[in-house]
């Protein structure tokens, strides 16, 4: 009797093992199920974007989508805005502009500039308005103070032949506008400066400066016709880092007659100053002389937004207002989206739905996008405030 038990106890535990078994065996396959739907129901970008309307034409580099989604988590928590500055209109189904000039440029040389380059031609500035001295500057700002809620504005002009934009005859207008309307936010494009003009902006209450930072020696002298080193440009941007104005330096991507030439250099000075943001612009053929350059793929400009969000992880990085329009300019905006960028100037139609589809959050402003005014998050279209 004890054998015949100890023998049907054996058996029971032999069964309850291969129960056990088989329930090891299929919460093991309940995983394998579950990660294999996980997979399956993770958004593919590149696929993503072929639903997507304003992409019906496009071509996107699969390699560099791919890449791109690959570092999206370390960028998913960053907030995306989207700016609308009032000097120029802008609409497109997704966003609105702002009928206000909330944000103006002026330009203290009108349209004039003594430099002349091969990319621009001065032409940026002629939809900037002219206040050609300090009177004109300061009843402008006044007016539109007044009439239009004005909230701050850019102030820029044209370089003489050494790049320099003298600004200093402005600064008593800037100070006295700031003492009388605190709420201003002020902009300046620097040029190239030194540590005593980089003060005199400071203490005029300049809140952001703006420089242009060129990596190759080569575009310096070809493209810009100036007698200046790589090294003046460094010197400005340490200069400005030096005060306690916002630093915003800009890299033109494609500067050099469209084709790739310093702009990792650039970033290499970039990342070696305490900078505010980066703002990332794309040449424009169509302000240069005609059959000088080229555009640059949009596959090269995606590969410097992702190199500019791995080596600034810890700042800003925008995309500004200047890049090629149409077709270009949605691929460009997409991929800005997808690379992580905190930022787009005038975004190109689906830009919106980019970041719906890769789930960043996202609002809209209408300034420039170097300076914060406000804003609030937005899940459609809006326009601006009365």
Same mark, same amino acid.
């Given at each position: 009797?004890?054998?015949?038990?100890?023998?049907?106890?054996?058996?029971?535990?032999?069964?309850?093992?291969?129960?056990?078994?088989?329930?090891?065996?299929?919460?093991?396959?309940?995983?394998?199920?579950?990660?294999?739907?996980?997979?399956?129901?993770?958004?593919?970008?590149?696929?993503?974007?072929?639903?997507?309307?304003?992409?019906?034409?496009?071509?996107?580099?699969?390699?560099?989508?791919?890449?791109?989604?690959?570092?999206?988590?370390?960028?998913?928590?960053?907030?995306?805005?989207?700016?609308?500055?009032?000097?120029?209109?802008?609409?497109?189904?997704?966003?609105?502009?702002?009928?206000?000039?909330?944000?103006?440029?002026?330009?203290?040389?009108?349209?004039?500039?003594?430099?002349?380059?091969?990319?621009?031609?001065?032409?940026?500035?002629?939809?900037?308005?002219?206040?050609?001295?300090?009177?004109?500057?300061?009843?402008?700002?006044?007016?539109?103070?007044?009439?239009?809620?004005?909230?701050?504005?850019?102030?820029?002009?044209?370089?003489?032949?050494?790049?320099?934009?003298?600004?200093?005859?402005?600064?008593?207008?800037?100070?006295?506008?700031?003492?009388?309307?605190?709420?201003?936010?002020?902009?300046?494009? &620097?040029?190239? #400066?030194?540590?005593? %003009?980089?003060?005199?902006?400071?203490?005029?209450?300049?809140? /952001?400066?703006? !420089? +242009?930072?060129?990596?190759?020696?080569?575009?310096?002298?070809?493209?810009?016709?100036?007698?200046?080193?790589?090294?003046?440009?460094?010197?400005?941007?340490?200069?400005?880092?030096?005060?306690?104005?916002?630093?915003?330096?800009?890299?033109?991507?494609?500067?050099?007659?469209?084709?790739?030439?310093?702009?990792?250099?650039?970033?290499?000075?970039?990342?070696?100053?305490?900078?505010?943001?980066?703002?990332?612009?794309?040449?424009?053929?169509?302000?240069?002389?005609?059959? &000088?350059?080229? #555009?640059?793929?949009? %596959?090269?400009?995606?590969?410097?937004?992702?190199?500019?969000? /791995?080596?600034? !992880? +810890?700042?800003?990085?925008?995309?500004?207002?200047?890049?090629?329009?149409?077709?270009?300019?949605?691929?460009?905006?997409?991929?800005?989206?997808?690379?992580?960028?905190?930022?787009?100037?005038?975004?190109?139609?689906?830009?919106?739905?980019?970041?719906?589809?890769?789930?960043?959050?996202?609002?809209?402003?209408?300034?420039?996008?170097?300076?914060?005014?406000?804003?609030?998050?937005?899940?459609?279209?809006?326009?601006?405030?009365?």
């Amino acid at each position: 009797m004890r054998a015949k038990s100890a023998m049907k106890l054996i058996s029971s535990l032999a069964r309850y093992q291969n129960f056990d078994l088989h329930l090891d065996n299929l919460a093991l396959n309940i995983r394998i199920l579950a990660n294999t739907n996980t997979r399956r129901k993770k958004v593919n970008w590149f696929s993503q974007l072929a639903n997507i309307e304003a992409f019906e034409d496009a071509e996107f580099d699969a390699a560099l989508v791919a890449r791109m989604q690959a570092a999206a988590p370390q960028n998913q928590s960053r907030e995306l805005r989207f700016s609308s500055p009032t000097f120029k209109e802008y609409e497109t189904s997704e966003l609105s502009g702002c009928n206000k000039n909330s944000f103006p440029a002026f330009s203290i040389t009108a349209a004039g500039c003594a430099l002349n380059c091969d990319h621009c031609q001065k032409k940026i500035l002629e939809p900037m308005i002219p206040a050609t001295n300090p009177e004109m500057l300061d009843r402008k700002v006044r007016d539109l103070i007044m009439l239009q809620n004005l909230q701050g504005f850019l102030l820029s002009g044209g370089s003489n032949k050494r790049n320099e934009i003298k600004y200093e005859r402005f600064y008593p207008v800037v100070e006295k506008l700031k003492h009388d309307f605190p709420h201003l936010k002020i902009a300046i494009h &620097t040029a190239l #400066t030194d540590e005593k %003009g980089a003060k005199a902006m400071e203490s005029a209450g300049v809140d /952001t400066a703006m !420089m +242009d930072v060129i990596g190759a020696q080569e575009t310096i002298n070809q493209v810009y016709h100036l007698d200046r080193t790589v090294d003046d440009f460094e010197a400005t941007l340490a200069a400005l880092c030096a005060t306690s104005m916002d630093i915003v330096p800009h890299i033109v991507i494609g500067l050099h007659y469209g084709k790739l030439l310093g702009e990792k250099h650039a970033l290499d000075m970039v990342a070696r100053h305490n900078v505010n943001s980066l703002v990332l612009v794309v040449i424009m053929p169509f302000y240069a002389k005609t059959g &000088t350059f080229i #555009t640059p793929t949009t %596959g090269d400009v995606g590969e410097i937004f992702l190199e500019a969000r /791995t080596r600034l !992880m +810890d700042k800003k990085v925008l995309l500004g207002c200047a890049r090629p329009a149409g077709l270009h300019k949605r691929v460009t905006d997409a991929y800005a989206v997808m690379a992580g960028l905190d930022g787009i100037a005038f975004p190109a139609e689906g830009a919106v739905k980019v970041a719906q589809m890769v789930g960043r959050k996202f609002e809209q402003a209408h300034s420039c996008c170097s300076i914060k005014i406000g804003g609030g998050a937005i899940e459609a279209k809006r326009s601006c405030a009365a």
